[in-house]
């Protein structure tokens, strides 16, 4: 059987960007005096970019913005970057994002199985950390025993860095674990890393995206009397 479940957070553990994300660096934005704004089509364009400062400086390239000359762009994004996360946080410690359907659940059933869980995020790790203890179960974070997260490797996703440091650190061979994404981005992480068996749960933003060689693609992971649709036509691998 399989010895590990390894989640990716953001679209797949909450639907996190449209109205969490996305509406924090708009707050950033507004906060330091820029007139950028970020609405939901925009934003879905930026997803192509994983990572909230590589997500800055794309948008930066694409709209052609360019620093004063004796501005350092590294310190701008990542001030910028830095206000965000705090609004960021902000909502989550308002409660304001909930897990998805079935995650609590299916968390729940792999403790009782004996399945150890992992997480391998591009996020900040605080982030994690603020909607696992807002998701209402005491302690939650003490369940995962891997939570790997942002810049802690050199390369996001797509790259598969983090989920290598994920398997790394939880001692385990791909071939024991399951992974679980939402995006084709998510998607080309795990699968790089080994990671055949990959359940994907689309949302808004990514229902349309290709997921390669994932075997098994859901709208979510269900609850008791609300089952997934399973996507047969993309089914693949
Ligand atoms: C999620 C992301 C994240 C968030 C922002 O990608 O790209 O960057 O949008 O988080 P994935 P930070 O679900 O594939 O891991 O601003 O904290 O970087
Ligand atoms: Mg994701």
């Avoid at 934003?43 to 970019?49: D, N, Q, S």
């Avoid at 409660?95 to 992992?118: C, H, N, Q, S």
Wanted: aromatic letters at 8%; hydrophobic letters at 45%; charged letters at 25%.
């Amino acid at each position: 059987g399989f010895k590990a479940l390894i989640f990716d957070v953001d679209g797949t553990v909450a639907d996190t960007e449209r109205d969490g994300h996305r509406p924090a660096f708009n707050a950033a934005f507004a906060e330091v005096g820029l007139d950028w704004h970020w609405d939901a089509s925009l934003y879905g364009e930026l997803l192509a970019v994983t990572g909230g400062k590589e997500r800055i400086r794309y948008f930066m390239t694409r709209a052609g913005i360019q620093l004063d000359p004796d501005r350092d762009a590294d310190a701008f994004v990542a001030d910028l970057h830095r206000r965000k996360t705090a609004h960021y946080l902000a909502m989550l410690g308002r409660g304001a994002i909930p897990l998805r359907a079935g995650v609590m659940r299916l968390w729940k059933e792999a403790r009782a199985a004996g399945t150890r869980l992992a997480i391998a995020t591009t996020t900040t790790p605080e982030n994690v950390a603020e909607l696992l203890a807002h998701a209402g179960e005491p302690n939650l974070a003490d369940w995962f025993e891997v939570i790997a997260a942002g810049d802690v490797v050199p390369a996001k996703k797509p790259a598969p860095d983090i989920y290598h440091l994920a398997l790394e650190q939880l001692g385990l061979d791909a071939a024991d674990c399951i992974a679980f994404e939402d995006s084709d981005n998510g998607a080309r992480a795990a699968l790089d890393a080994g990671l055949k068996s990959l359940v994907i749960t689309t949302n808004a933003y990514t229902a349309g995206q290709d997921f390669g060689a994932a075997p098994l693609i859901l709208d979510q992971l269900g609850e008791p009397g609300s089952p997934p649709k399973v996507k047969v036509g993309e089914l693949g691998g």
